[in-house]
């Protein structure tokens, strides 16, 4: 019996001990002055958005983003990377976003005030905290990862390169992005949700049930079926024939056509073909609304290309013109 006892005493004491010495993340930033705003937990992992303790905004609160492994803190994102008063969003904890079989955190901060940008953070947990992709989203927000029965699920995203080149911002057409974790420290596309087999038709995306839970994503599908499409070039057939028709083609400028509208539709419908790989079918069609190459025309190719080199998914943009078949 007293071997029995033994062995029993020396257990409780094991269990006892590591308790008693033992600090969580709530533990540290107590320590530190600080309060969490938010906190999810995964194994031995913790990650926090916190700020200055009593503090009502970001701004005041200086608030920052935290990984903790057992009660210590291994990651904290940097005043430098961040504008001034961001506002930090815990998304997600523990999830592969990579598709690597490894559990990931995914934060975004928002700036808020004139610029509103949002970035996403993605940081790899194990073996050790590493950064996967940043992605600057501009006011696109982007939102959560979806799973969609593929190795990594995908964020739906726009591009807004384009902002302001043929339109005023709030006119501005913003390209659908699907976007996943990259390899080299950014999100890119997720070619197999962009691809589509021929030019015109919807992006594969478009055949998930998430493309009926988003309402937006749901209304950018519609715009690939046939009677939209044949409505919105007989639409700007006319509109650049009624600018032609005031004046010759010399006459005409820029202002011109910014104002009526139809060069934000032309951009749109030519974005709509190159973010789906087919950027030669782009230029096909725009032979058949506006043929020719008058001054006017050859700036908008200029500018449109400008604004597709210019975005920070240029490299994807080439790669998937290059994988279509």
Known sequence: MRRH???LVCALAAAVVPVAHAQDAKTWLEA????????????????VVARIKGAKDALSGEERAIVFKNGKPVWQSNPKETDPGSRWTLHSMG???????????H?????GGANCC???HVYQLKPQVKRLAVYQAGSMGGGDFVEVGRKSPVMVSADDSSANAFAPYANSYFPLLILEVGTKGRMQFAQDMMQSRLPGQAPPVCALPMANANPWLKERCAEYTTSRRQSRTAEIKSRLASIKSTRSADKLKWEDYFENGVLASVSAEMNRYTYTGHGGAAMNWLETVWPGNDAVKA???STLRQT????VFAEDLKSLASNYQ
Not at 107 to 111: I, R, W
Not at 308 to 311: D, G, R
Request: net charge negative; charged share 25%.
């Open 95 to 105: 999830r592969d976003l990579a598709g690597n079989g490894q559990p990931d955190v």
């Open 5 to 7: 006892e033994l062995l």
């Open 32 to 47: 530190q002055g600080l309060d969490a705003v938010d906190i999810k937990a995964h194994q031995e992992f913790e990650a």
């Open 308 to 311: 597709q080199a210019k975005s």
């Open 118 to 120: 949002t970035t996403h």
């Open 107 to 111: 934060f975004s901060s928002h700036t």
């Open 299 to 301: 700036k908008f190719v």
